[in-house]
């Protein structure tokens, strides 16, 4: 297939496009430079009679923080961005990957979120994504929607400023004697590499069109998650609890989202590794550790 990958040089679209070239598909990867999604005239000469079957959308706005300062912004890269993407795909005869994230719900389930439960946002950051989503679910002919959470990955978050959260642990277990982390909020952190080899799965598979929850098995909070690092990383550095209120959030998040991977169950199609042995993997192959 040829496979445009849109965000190509972001964390996850990176590992897109080394998955696909790995199975042997065409892949044109292309970075906010070629393909400004915001960017009518942009987009059109990018993907317009490029041949593409299939085009993935890593692209987003998803700092938390800046979406809430600017939400005009937020909404044009992750909502209308998407619906541009969407007619583009259209145009193409091709299918539209999406890529959207946990944080369209509120947290208040307290038990994993099905593709059927009713997102209800707490931020500009998911109202932004939520938007999108269903410009795709509406718009795009042939489509997939994927809902990935806290995402770590070989390459850096672009967004984030570099270090994802496993790289962070480590380097803050080698400057200090005392890690604080806090214990009250619920997710599954997921593997890049883990998300494209679930994307190869199911466009090989033809995967119906529709919403996928995306996400390694299992869930923890943040702080056994660091300790999970440190286990495996054999670090003595004292990991302790944050104390309520010790990092205050500025912008309101889902203290629970944990998401279930049903639909992908209910094809027969879940290829997804519970997070600990995903985390040992990315370890290994990152760090050579273990
Ligand atoms: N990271 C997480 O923990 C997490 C959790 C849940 C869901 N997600 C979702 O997963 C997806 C991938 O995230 P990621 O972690 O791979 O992020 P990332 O490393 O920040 O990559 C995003 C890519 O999109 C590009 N981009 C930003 N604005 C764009 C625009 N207007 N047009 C074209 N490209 C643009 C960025 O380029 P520049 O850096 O040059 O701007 C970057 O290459 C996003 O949809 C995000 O919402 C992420």
Redo the contacts with the bound molecule.
Sequence with gaps: MKIIV????????SDIVSGCRAEGHEVVPL??AQ????DDPQVQRALASSGADVVVN?????QVEKCEADPARAFA?NAL?ARRLALAANALNARLVH?????VFDGAKLAPYLESDCPLPLNAYGNS?LAGELFVRSLAEKHYVLR????YGQN?????GGLNFVDLMLKLSRERKEVRVVDDEVLTPTS?REVARQLLLMLKAGAADGLYHVTAEGACSWHEFAAEIFRLSRSSVLLSKAAPGEFPAKVPRPKYSVLENANLKTAALNGMAHWRDALAVYLREKHGIG
């Excluded at 850096?156 to 984030?160: F, I, R, T």
């Design positions: 849109i965000g190509a040089d972001g964390q996850l679209g970075t906010i393909a400004d999604i915001t890593t692209a987003a706005m998803h890269v961005g890529i959207s994230t946990d944080y994504k990935v959470s806290g995402l850096p978050c672009l967004e984030k890049t």
